[in-house]
T-cell receptor, first 115, second 113 residues
Framework: DGGITQSPKYLFRKEGQNVTLSCEQN?????MYWYRQDPGQGLRLIYY???????QKGDIAEGYSVSREKKESFPLTVTSAQKNPTAFYLC??????????????FGPGTRLTVL | GQQVMQIPQYQHVQEGEDFTTYCNSSTTLSNIQWYKQRPGGHPVFLIQLVKSGEVKKQKRLTFQFGEAKKNSSLHITATQTTDVGTYFCAGPEYGGSQGNLIFGKGTKLSVKP
């Protein structure tokens, strides 16, 4: 069954701790994306990757880091430098790198709460 | 920078009433995509429009792409409770070769039975 999985669905962390959010896809998609969603703010791009071992900063990359060691996986680390990390995080993928006509497929999301 | 704006931000309708959300881009778009996010869920792709003036229908949903390819609309006829959710439009990043999308902030639709 093809798709994008994100784990966990809910995550609680204490302030000052780094936390890594998982994103895995078995769709054989080239491109992967991380978005942050806050109420009334739509989707804001954190990082994206068009190919293994390469990734680029999006609009709000500060306080976040990513890796793309495998085509299927694109984990996001929320570091202690992120000033307001509590949010809903969405991972997405699309079939072809660099093609603007691709639809994006989203995972179920991880809701992170920092206490 | 490039902006994609949607209005209204919220819309409350009685079941059976029609609903329209509008999307405007600060730049000409090669295409526009629409997504729906149910409460507590994730965005799901609905449709992509490519041609100037294009109109596409999906049952009670009608999507339009403006002649200048800078605006779009989604119209739902006779809303049902299953239409509840947030509708986002998205266009490719201008001048970008990375396939990134710029999302509007969405229109949140609530339907009163």
């Amino acid at each position: 069954d093809g798709g994008i999985t994100q784990s966990p669905k809910y995550l609680f962390r204490k302030e000052g701790q780094n936390v890594t959010l998982s994103c895995e896809q078995n769709l054989n998609h080239d491109a992967m994306y991380w978005y942050r969603q806050d109420p009334g703010q739509g989707l804001r791009l954190i990082y994206y990757s068009q190919i293994v071992n390469d990734f680029q900063k999006g609009d709000i990359a500060e306080g976040y880091s990513v890796s793309r060691e495998k085509k299927e996986s694109f984990p996001l680390t929320v570091t202690s430098a992120q000033k307001n990390p509590t949010a809903f995080y969405l991972c997405a993928s699309s079939p072809l790198a660099g093609a603007s006509y691709n639809e994006q497929f989203f995972g179920p999301g991880t809701r992170l709460t920092v206490l | 920078g490039q902006q994609v704006m949607q209005i209204p931000q919220y819309q409350h309708v009685q079941e059976g009433e029609d609903f329209t959300t509008y999307c405007n881009s600060s730049t000409t778009l090669s295409n526009i995509q629409w997504y729906k996010q149910r409460p507590g869920g994730h965005p799901v792709f609905l449709i992509q429009l490519v041609k100037s003036g294009e109109v596409k229908k999906q049952k009670r949903l009608t999507f339009q792409f403006g002649e200048a390819k800078k605006n779009s609309s989604l119209h739902i006829t006779a809303t049902q409770t299953t239409d509840v959710g947030t509708y986002f439009c998205a266009g490719p990043e201008y001048g970008g070769s990375q396939g990134n999308l710029i999302f509007g902030k969405g229109t949140k639709l609530s339907v009163k039975p």
